[in-house]
C-alpha cells in the first residue's frame, strides 16, 4: 500500500507576520524591503553579469544566471536594473549588504562637517568687547569652524548700519591671515551677517 506524505504547513512569517520574506538562494531569509532584487525577483529575461566569479561582461539568461549563481551557491543580485540588460552580481547577499553598509560609514565618516559659530555686535560695540569677541573668533577659525558675524539693529539703531558694515570689515581685516570672506557683509532684516572660513593650508 503507498504510502502518501502529507505537505508541511506553510513556514509562518517573522515579525508577527507584518514583513514578508524571500528566500536567498542559500536558504537565507532576506528581509523584503531590502534595497536590491535577488534571485526569483529579477524578472529581466537576460542580465549583464559582473563582479569575481564570471568573465567581465559576460551577458547571459536570467535562467541561465540563476543556474550559475546555484551552482555556486550564491545569491544573483540586481545591483543596476536600469541598464540594457540590467546588471547583476553572484555573490553572498548578506556579505554584499554588509560590504554596502561599510562602504557608506566610510564615506559619511570621510565627509568634512561644517561647523559654524555666530559672534554677535551691536553697532557701537566698544573696543573691549570687540577685542573679546576676537578673540574667540581666532580660536574658532583654528579649529576649522566657519564664524558668522553678526551686527544687530535694535530700535532706531538702524540708523547705524553703516557702522555696522564699518566694524564687520574691521573684523574680516583683523582676521584675514587666517581667514578668508565667504559672504560679504548683507542687511537682513534688523541685522547685519557676514560669514568668515578658515583659509586653506599652503
Known amino acids: 500500500m503507498a504510502i502518501t506524505q502529507k505537505p508541511f ?9 507584518n514583513k514578508p520574506q524571500q528566500q536567498g538562494m542559500r536558504g537565507k531569509r532576506v528581509e523584503k524591503e531590502n534595497p536590491n532584487r535577488i534571485n526569483g525577483e529579477i524578472t529581466a529575461p537576460t542580465v549583464r553579469l559582473v563582479g569575481e566569479n564570471v ?3 559576460t551577458v547571459v539568461s536570467i535562467k541561465e544566471a540563476l543556474a550559475m549563481a546555484d551552482e555556486m551557491e550564491l545569491d544573483l543580485i540586481e545591483i543596476s536594473p536600469k541598464a540594457e540588460p540590467p546588471v547583476c552580481r553572484i555573490a553572498d547577499y548578506q556579505k554584499f549588504l554588509y560590504q554596502q553598509k561599510r562602504k557608506a560609514k566610510e564615506i559619511k565618516a570621510k565627509q ?5 559659530k555666530e559672534i554677535r555686535f551691536g553697532p ?9 569677541k576676537l578673540k574667540h573668533a581666532e580660536n574658532f577659525i583654528k579649529e576649522g569652524a566657519k564664524v558668522k558675524a553678526s551686527v544687530f539693529f535694535r530700535g532706531r539703531s538702524i540708523v547705524f548700519k553703516e557702522q555696522g558694515e564699518i566694524l564687520l570689515l574691521r573684523f574680516a581685516t583683523d582676521l584675514e591671515e587666517i ?3 565667504e559672504l560679504m557683509p548683507k542687511l537682513d532684516g534688523k ?3 557676514m560669514i568668515l572660513a578658515p583659509k586653506g593650508k599652503k
Open 9 to 17: 504547513p506553510p513556514r509562518p512569517m517573522q515579525n508577527g507576520g
Open 124 to 132: 557701537q560695540t566698544d573696543d573691549h568687547d570687540y577685542n573679546f
Open 55 to 57: 568573465e567581465p561582461n
Open 112 to 116: 568634512v562637517k561644517v561647523v559654524i
Open 191 to 193: 541685522k547685519m551677517n
Open 179 to 181: 581667514a578668508k570672506v
